[in-house]
């Protein structure tokens, strides 16, 4: 298989089920940042020290594959995902979970941080911002289209695990917080 097609040389993209469309439209916005999001944490992985937090990201990324798929498909909000295509709610209170645990381990917040510190910190909160613009591109596209629901909430609470664990691995490395 060849990975040139020629298809997109008019600036067209093809959805999931052989719709076409320009590539700036609003749900290619969204698929595409989530797929940048999961490139960013690919990032974090390759700059991290332990298996642990890597295990747990791989699973994000998995499940953004899964999101950039549902995304990509525009009768996904219509027709119900396959198992592979699909993040299931729980996933949404795993994330919380994720999060609980990682603030056990660090000093209460009491100002607003600066993005940076250690280089798994700064590239944390990288992929944090990165997940805020997904997050922006979702909202927008779900005023025009309909989005599953536990598409925005997965986004919106994967920003917040993103910021602890950008301020874990700080801590960690024993890296100062600057606040603001």
């Not at 040389?9 to 052989?18: A, F, P, Y």
């Not at 991290?48 to 798929?69: H, K, N, V, Y």
């Not at 219509?78 to 949404?92: F, G, H, I, Q, Y």
């Not at 700064?122 to 927008?140: G, K, P, Q, S």
Request: hydrophobic share 45%; aromatic share 4%.
């Amino acid at each position: 298989m060849k990975i040139y097609t020629r298809t997109g040389d008019t600036g067209e993209t093809g959805l999931r089920g052989g719709v076409r469309v320009r590539k700036n439209v609003l749900r290619v916005e969204a698929y595409g940042t989530v797929d940048e999001l999961s490139a960013a944490l690919g990032m974090v992985c390759s700059a991290l020290p332990g298996a642990e937090t890597a295990a747990l990201l791989r699973s994000i990324q998995r499940d953004l594959f899964a999101l950039g798929a549902q995304l990509a498909d525009a009768q996904s909000a219509k027709v119900p995902s396959t198992e592979r295509a699909a993040v299931p709610e729980t996933r949404v209170a795993e994330l919380e979970r994720e999060i609980d645990r990682a603030q056990d381990g660090l000093p209460p917040l009491r100002s607003f941080v600066f993005p940076g510190g250690c280089e798994v910190g700064a590239r944390l909160h990288l992929a944090r911002t990165i997940c805020r613009r997904a997050e922006r591109r979702l909202a927008a596209l779900a005023e025009a289209e309909p989005v599953a629901p536990v598409v925005l909430a997965y986004v919106n609470r994967l920003s917040d695990l993103l910021f602890v664990l950008a301020r874990l691995a700080n801590h960690r490395a024993r890296v100062q917080e600057l606040t603001w």
